[in-house]
């Protein structure tokens, strides 16, 4: 099986920034695509931000440039850079990866996998 290890969330005030990371480890991988969701008390979960194993971007409208994501492929992964934190931020964000798992047949079929979340609180 594979564990997505979250890490960087915090308190911290309006106009500040924290580095999300979450890496990928386990049974033998290949990733699709690495990114996290949000989900803030009372409203839907979304997608924050994607990237795919071809190094294509995706953003919410909300973080367009205050947010970045990045990889480090030989680390499995995946880093949010929030900056110019603003208090709508403020919500429980977990990491996904879809990938495939290599079986005792051959590679498995893509699959999401979750990490544990990782709370981010905007203060004004």
């Known amino acids: 099986q594979v564990q997505l290890a979250e890490s960087g969330g915090g308190l911290v005030q309006a106009g500040g920034s924290l580095r999300l990371s979450c890496a990928a480890s386990?049974?033998?991988?290949?990733?699709?695509?690495m990114g996290w969701y949000r989900q803030a008390p009372g409203k839907l979960r979304e997608l924050v931000a994607s990237?795919?194993?071809?190094?294509?971007?995706n953003y919410v409208d909300a973080v367009k440039g205050r947010f970045t994501i990045s990889r480090d492929n030989a680390k499995n992964t995946v880093y949010l850079q929030m900056n110019n934190l603003k208090p709508e931020d403020t919500a429980d964000y977990y990491c996904?990866?879809?990938?495939?798992?290599?079986?005792?047949?051959?590679?498995?079929?893509?699959?999401?996998?979750w990490g544990q979340g990782t709370q981010v609180t905007v203060s004004s």
């Open positions: 386990g049974s033998i991988f290949r990733i699709n695509a």
């Open positions: 990237m795919t194993s071809g190094g294509s971007k």
């Open positions: 996904y990866a879809e990938l495939s798992i290599l079986r005792d047949y051959g590679w498995g079929s893509f699959r999401q996998f």
